[in-house]
T-cell receptor
Framework: AQSVTQLDSQVPVFEEAPVELRCNYS??????LFWYVQYPNQGLQLLLKYLSGSTLVESINGFEAEFNKSQTSFHLRKPSVHISDTAEYFCAVSEREDGTSYGKLTFGQGTILTVHP | GAGVSQSPRYKVTKRGQDVALRCDPI?????LYWYRQALGQGPEFLTY????????KSGLPNDRFSAERPEGSISTLTIQRTEQRDSAMYRC?????????????FGPGTRLTVT
């Protein structure tokens, strides 16, 4: 069975400061890794994903995450946050076999990022 | 195009009543997933369809919960004899096809409150 732990339930930060949201996972098989974001009063949206290849993946709005297999982590970072980044962020994994994924996601508990002016 | 839609957005029901939650996936999406999210927690997998076939229902908590997708498009999650512990946000997601499509598109969710 797989599990995901997000170590911080809430992260307050000032605008233009850097931020890191931590995610660790546990699985007996290889996994695909995802970060989803939920803005207030909206549904979950995929922010970025790691499938294979380069362990550093980036989103279009400046977030990046690095897959660290030895530490079983997939932390999310942004060097300078904006007010508009205020949202809840979820780390998720799905098991992979032979290069494909069943699709079933296991989520962490979520981290609420609040960016203050 | 239209995204995943869910209805109703909010449902308040009394304990013991049955409820039906609807999910309309993105047109052409083969796979459909249901998740449940308790307050302060991440979404938890309930069940999953490819076309009309229910591939995995291991996450359904008990036999009061059932789901169907009879024509391979719209899906209904039914909870019979609701209990207060069923109160949660119920989320639906769809994807092009499960084995090679890694992005799930989520609907806005249905907030169920059982009084």
């Amino acid at each position: 069975a797989q599990s995901v732990t997000q170590l911080d339930s809430q992260v307050p930060v000032f605008e233009e400061a850097p931020v890191e949201l931590r995610c660790n996972y546990s699985s007996s098989v290889s996994v695909y890794l995802f970060w989803y974001v939920q803005y207030p009063n909206q549904g979950l949206q995929l922010l970025l994903k790691y499938l294979s290849g380069s362990t550093l993946v980036e989103s279009i709005n400046g977030f990046e995450a690095e897959f660290n297999k030895s530490q079983t982590s997939f932390h999310l970072r942004k060097p300078s946050v904006h007010i508009s980044d205020t949202a809840e962020y979820f780390c998720a994994v799905s098991e992979r076999e032979d290069g494909t994924s069943y699709g079933k996601l296991t989520f962490g508990q979520g981290t609420i990022l609040t960016v203050h002016p | 195009g239209a995204g995943v839609s869910q209805s109703p957005r909010y449902k308040v029901t009394k304990r013991g009543q049955d409820v039906a939650l609807r999910c309309d996936p993105i047109s052409g999406h083969v796979s459909l997933y249901w998740y449940r999210q308790a307050l302060g927690q991440g979404p938890e997998f309930l069940t999953y369809f490819n076309y009309e076939a229910q591939q995995d229902k291991s996450g359904l908590p008990n036999d009061r919960f059932s789901a169907e997708r009879p024509e391979g498009s719209i899906s209904t999650l039914t909870i019979q004899r609701t209990e207060q512990r069923d109160s949660a946000m119920y989320r639906c997601a769809s994807s092009l096809e499960s084995l090679t499509s890694y992005e799930q598109y989520f609907g806005p969710g249905t907030r169920l409150t059982v009084t």
